[in-house]
């Protein structure tokens, strides 16, 4: 199943460092999408949650997306050791389904001070 | 802050076995959810559930499993024989609401192994 594609990394910054995680998808029913944070064994936590296109801000974090590329970002400013997780793209159309989430494969992000 | 919780944390089974994963969706949701992760792999899909049924189901969620609401805060997931392909974690998730796509809010999941 190729519906959301996410690069794995692993990816390594300094602390301090603007970081951007990104997500294509294929399914152009998607209107609802998500960021979701996972420590190591954990379940996921919810960090974003945008609707069709445009950006969102939350602190540190801002969520673009951009339905006509079929592509979400996730930036990260001044990135902190505590950052550091693995950050799953997460994405739901309005149909028939109710709710069902269609997840990236995750993106293994590690903050070094 | 409101949370799902799980039970057990991690469950070990013999193959052919039943086991009963268990969760308490955070109170004021409505609609519940299973999915489930098996190492390494995406998050996937199970099954969503709204007023004591099943809204829908994923091609995994097949006549081995089973979903039930027994009161008023649990909501289980039953998998009748299980098998070692059915080693995952395994989380539930809840949302206040249910049309397409609202957040949804995951439990700190079960890790259930298949020896």
């Known amino acids: 199943q190729k519906e959301v594609e996410q690069d794995p990394g692993p990816l390594s910054v300094p602390e301090g460092a603007i970081v951007s995680l990104n997500c294509t998808y294929s399914n152009s029913a998607f209107q609802y999408f998500m960021w979701y944070r996972q420590y190591s064994r954990k379940g996921p936590e919810l960090l974003m949650y945008?609707?069709?296109?445009g950006n969102k801000e939350d602190g540190r974090f801002t969520a673009q997306v951009d339905k006509s590329s079929k592509y979400i970002s996730l930036f990260i400013r001044d990135s902190q050791p505590s950052d550091s997780a693995t950050y799953l793209c997460?994405?739901?159309?309005?149909?028939?389904?109710?709710?069902?989430?269609?997840f990236g494969r995750g993106t293994q992000l590690t903050v070094w001070p | 802050e409101p949370e799902v919780t799980q039970t057990p944390s991690h469950q070990v089974t013999q193959m052919g076995q039943e086991v009963i994963l268990r969760c308490v969706p955070i109170?004021?949701?409505?609609?519940f959810y299973w999915y489930r992760q098996i190492l390494g792999q995406k998050v996937e899909f199970l099954v969503s559930?709204?007023?004591?049924?099943?809204?829908?189901k994923s091609e995994i969620f097949d006549d081995q499993f089973s979903v039930e609401r027994p009161d008023g805060s649990n909501f289980t997931l039953k998998i009748r024989s299980t098998k070692l392909e059915d080693s995952a974690m395994y989380f539930c998730?809840?949302?206040?609401?249910?049309?397409?796509?609202?957040?949804?809010?995951f439990g700190p999941g079960t890790r259930l192994t298949v020896t």
């Open positions: 559930f709204y007023n004591n049924e099943i809204s829908e």
């Open positions: 998730a809840s949302s206040p609401q249910g049309v397409g796509g609202n957040e949804q809010y």
């Open positions: 997460a994405m739901s159309d309005r149909g028939s389904t109710l709710g069902r989430l269609y």
């Open positions: 945008t609707y069709s296109s």
């Open positions: 109170s004021n949701h409505l609609y």
